[in-house]
T-cell receptor
Framework: SQQGEEDPQALSIQEGENATMNCSYKTSINNLQWYRQNSGRGLVHLILIRSNEREKHSGRLRVTLDTSKKSSSLLITASRAADTASYFCATAPIQGAQKLVFGQGTRLTINP | SAVISQKPSRDICQRGTSLTIQCQVDSQVTMMFWYRQQPGQSLTLIATANQGSEATYESGFVIDKFPISRPNLTFSTLTVSNMSPEDSSIYLC?????????????FGPGTRLTVL
């Protein structure tokens, strides 16, 4: 079952602006992973944050995790046209041997 | 990370037929999975492909419809049997490089299946 919910479902911003996407989940997790998907192709792994971590950075990406609120956010700074894609969060439950449960995704459009 | 390839990348099939999708990894991996992504939707786990034993299927997916093989630690196949238009989806394999549940999972490029 899908436990992740992402908002917004769609986001359109101007190039150079920052984009923030949120993910909420329902059960306790071991880790949370963010992925990017371009035009229905394969998923690109962006970042993994563990349940005992609160924030991680990778280049222009910043991910936060609040386990008390069961939520995570992905911030893309200084957005580029190439960032246009769908972004998914996926949670790995504490029990479940890496069975990722995906959110519904956010469709991000960067306007030049 | 791992380099994952899938064949075919896309196919158009007639209802009632079957299609076998291959997933090849460039290194030995412990865990391999198959996901389905229906049009405009998110990903849903079909099954865990177990090396040397039967796959472990998620609720709503059965072996007769989605038989899976995993003969070694670098290769797996998923067959979509007796297809109907509702099976039109992107099918993705993924791998986890560690046996624990705390590692990254990497995905193949997907197979886009259209059933007429």
């Amino acid at each position: 079952s899908q436990q992740g919910e992402e908002d917004p479902q769609a986001l359109s911003i101007q190039e150079g602006e920052n984009a923030t996407m949120n993910c909420s989940y329902k059960t306790s997790i071991n880790n949370l992973q963010w992925y990017r998907q371009n035009s229905g192709r394969g998923l690109v792994h962006l970042i993994l944050i563990r349940s005992n971590e609160r924030e991680k950075h990778s280049g222009r990406l910043r991910v936060t995790l609040d386990t008390s609120k069961k939520s995570s956010s992905l911030l893309i700074t200084a957005s580029r046209a190439a960032d246009t894609a769908s972004y998914f969060c996926a949670t790995a439950p504490i029990q479940g041997a890496q069975k990722l449960v995906f959110g519904q995704g956010t469709r991000l459009t960067i306007n030049p | 990370s791992a380099v994952i390839s899938q064949k075919p990348s896309r196919d158009i099939c007639q209802r009632g037929t079957s299609l076998t999708i291959q997933c090849q990894v460039d290194s030995q991996v412990t865990m391999m999975f198959w996901y389905r992504q229906q049009p405009g939707q998110s990903l849903t786990l079909i099954a865990t492909a177990n090396q040397g034993s039967e796959a472990t299927y998620e609720s709503g997916f059965v072996i007769d419809k989605f038989p899976i093989s995993r003969p070694n630690l670098t290769f797996s196949t998923l067959t979509v049997s007796n297809m109907s238009p509702e099976d039109s989806s992107i099918y993705l394999c993924s791998v986890a490089l560690t046996s624990g549940n705390w590692g990254e999972q990497f995905f193949g490029p997907g197979t886009r299946l259209t059933v007429l």
